[in-house]
């Protein structure tokens, strides 16, 4: 299973992005067999991922030199100690260093990359390798192969996968997925306005939260997500540990 490269949605009409597939071209089976087909090696790819795993998402414009790099690393290697997985987006700043991390204490590395206008290259530390054309289909797999997600600092990307599987928690679709969020200083403003804007308004209520937690320790955020793994957890984050509390 190691050392799997593919491109998913190379068919042969040539290269495909989600740019071809929002135009109205008409070209509904084109399109729709490009979707298959990038799912079904998407699918393919998560059943070889052998054992738990987790997501862990980040910005891709940091460096060795900061902290965050370094506290990501040491949270790769620590899942890879628990004998986990560890899935990131394949590219460079958090997400090689959870992947370098993994690897480097004999785990198992895996990166969904994404074909991007200005593409984003993989990462040196990756025993399996998938790169996507379609953001729907990438973000599929970061939730269909993990047992829970770890988000460090990021951009607009990091937020997309926060708050989508925050949708995915809240509305039921999947169960046992704790969040954690690395990085105290930075998710504590955004934890007070969830909490004084949209609690307080009654627009999000306090179980739709009961899975995410923020902590500035990888060991705390392993244990989060293995804990959470063993007992089957739904909403039930010890009191105190909850968003906000």
Known sequence: M??????????ET????????FQRDGQIERQVREIQDEFRTGFETVKRI?????????SARIGPA???????????GAFAHRGWAVITGGGPGVMEAANRGCRDAGGLS?????????????????DIELTFHHFYARKTMFVKAAEGFVVFPGGFGTLDELY???TLVQTGVISHFPIVLFGTQHWRPLLDWTNTELLSGGLVSLEDL?????????AEAVETL????????????????ALGE
Do not use: K, W
């Open 2 to 11: 190691f050392g799997l490269v593919a491109r998913a949605g190379d068919v």
């Open 14 to 21: 040539g290269r495909v992005d989600d740019r071809r597939m």
């Open 50 to 58: 052998d054992r738990p795993a987790v997501s862990i998402f980040g």
């Open 66 to 76: 900061d902290a965050a790099y370094g506290s990501a690393t040491a949270t790769g």
């Open 110 to 126: 895996v990166g969904f990359n994404i074909q991007l206008p200005h593409e984003q290259t993989s990462n040196g530390y990756l």
């Open 164 to 166: 989508e599987s925050l």
């Open 210 to 218: 009961r899975l995410v937690s923020v902590t500035d320790d990888p």
């Open 226 to 241: 293995v804990a959470c793994y063993e007992r089957r957890c739904f909403h039930d984050i010890a009191d105190g540990e």
